[in-house]
């Protein structure tokens, strides 16, 4: 979807993939870096899951805009109190005025002083009703930081996972080599809004263990196959279609996905023993 420049894409009913790309360059070619956002459409309320980078906070505002009309920005849901997280949350706030920040928010009042009165903590299990549909805050399985939380939406039936489950597909450079050597999840202009599956070449092993062990350094240290064991019992519980990450394109086949990533994770322990 394109309107005035403001490029987003629906998922499913209610649920937008919002936020923008940031720009690099791979070894002569430009590359580009998901930091998404995504918005969830009740017939009672709204909420937006991770505030973006502050880079595309005019961006951000525009599709909700664009998204939500007339009506209300009514929680907003930063994973964690990381500047692609949670870095757009004074604005949206200051923008939104009857909004709530929930999540697992217990030192976002050191960060944010000022709207310390609009934190509602949110425990793993916990719902929301949005209206036809409940949010459901979930375990991080795996995360960077201590109070991360993932979420599911029931109504599109999506899983929104933070920084977990970033691929990284091959990014030919511009002299023909390849640029899978980047340890972000990177894609080509034109490709910012497909979905895994529409990608030329799905993502190996060793360019998700690449990226894996870069951007989560402590998996070097971590079996985490209890972890995924744990990820497959919620998704044994909460039908999903479709993964939502920070940074990556959103994931469409949820299987081949954990065989993938559960390879790479088990590849980069392997490898730092």
């Not at 403001?6 to 790309?21: P, S």
């Not at 939380?149 to 599109?156: S, V």
């Not at 954990?258 to 392997?270: E, P, Q």
Request: charge should be negative; proline fraction near 6%.
């Amino acid at each position: 979807m394109k309107h005035d420049a403001v490029e987003l894409r629906w998922l499913a009913d209610g649920t937008y993939w919002l936020g923008g790309c940031l720009s690099a360059n791979a070894q002569g070619q430009e590359v580009h870096y998901h930091v998404s956002s995504y918005l969830v459409m009740g017939s009672k309320a709204t909420l937006l899951v991770d505030t973006g980078d502050p880079a595309h906070r005019a961006l951000l505002l525009a599709q909700l805009e664009l998204v939500l009309g007339e009506r209300p920005l009514d929680y907003v849901f930063p994973t964690h109190p990381e500047i692609p997280h949670a870095g757009n949350l004074p604005a949206l706030l200051d923008k939104y005025p009857g909004a709530l920040v929930v999540g697992d928010v217990r030192d976002y009042h050191l960060h944010f002083p000022e709207y310390r009165s609009r934190f509602r903590t949110q425990a793993v299990g916990s719902r929301i009703d949005l209206g036809d549909r409940e949010f459901r805050f979930l375990p991080a399985f795996i995360r960077d930081l201590e109070n991360t939380l993932w979420g599911h939406d029931d109504g599109a039936r999506m899983m929104f996972v933070s920084d977990g489950f970033s691929f990284i597909h091959d990014v030919p450079a511009a002299d023909g080599a390849s640029a899978e050597d980047d340890d972000e999840p990177v894609h080509l202009p034109g490709q910012c809004r497909l979905l895994s599956g529409e990608m030329p070449e799905p993502p190996t092993v060793e360019q998700a263990a690449y990226g894996t062990g870069r951007a989560l350094y402590w998996t070097k240290f971590v079996d985490v196959s209890d972890a995924f064991g744990g990820i497959e019992a919620v998704l044994d519980t909460l039908p999903t279609k479709l993964i939502g990450p920070a940074h990556g394109n959103v994931i469409d086949d949820v299987d081949g996905m954990l065989r993938t990533s559960l390879a790479a994770h088990r590849k980069v322990y392997a490898e730092g023993h």
